[in-house]
């Protein structure tokens, strides 16, 4: 199993960024999908997750700014920002459910997204 993730960068507040998680070793719809990220000198924080029906999730703090999709034929996870703010500056990871209920088992290598002017 891998997780490549990209798309990470340095954007002005108010931008929009779209990172993607290339999976391989399964398939991304068999599983629940999360993006978890951590800012500087911060914990983890689980920002939002698909589930194997589609089913989105997401932490209030991206509700109506950040949009979590998969394209099954690509095994393919992304997380869609837009309205980006200083506070979404963090390394995001993507991160595969272990198949039996809200249990993490394999990390992509994060990618840093910057939110600053």
């Known amino acids: 199993v891998q997780l490549q993730a990209s798309g990470g960068g340095l954007v002005q507040p108010g931008g929009s960024l779209r990172l993607s998680c290339a999976a391989s070793?399964?398939?991304?719809?068999?599983?629940?999908m999360y993006w978890i990220r951590q800012a500087p000198g911060k914990s983890l924080e689980w920002v939002s997750e698909?589930?194997?029906?589609?089913?989105?999730y997401y932490t209030d703090d991206v509700k109506g700014r950040f949009t979590i999709s998969r394209d099954n034929p690509k095994n393919t996870l992304y997380l869609q920002m837009n309205s980006l703010k200083s506070e979404d500056t963090a390394v995001y990871y993507c991160?595969?459910?272990?198949?039996?209920?809200?249990?993490?088992?394999?990390w992509g290598q994060g990618t840093l997204v910057t939110v600053s002017s």
């Open positions: 991160v595969k459910d272990n198949g039996v209920g809200a249990a993490y088992d394999y």
């Open positions: 698909i589930n194997t029906v589609g089913t989105a």
């Open positions: 070793g399964f398939r991304v719809y068999s599983y629940s």
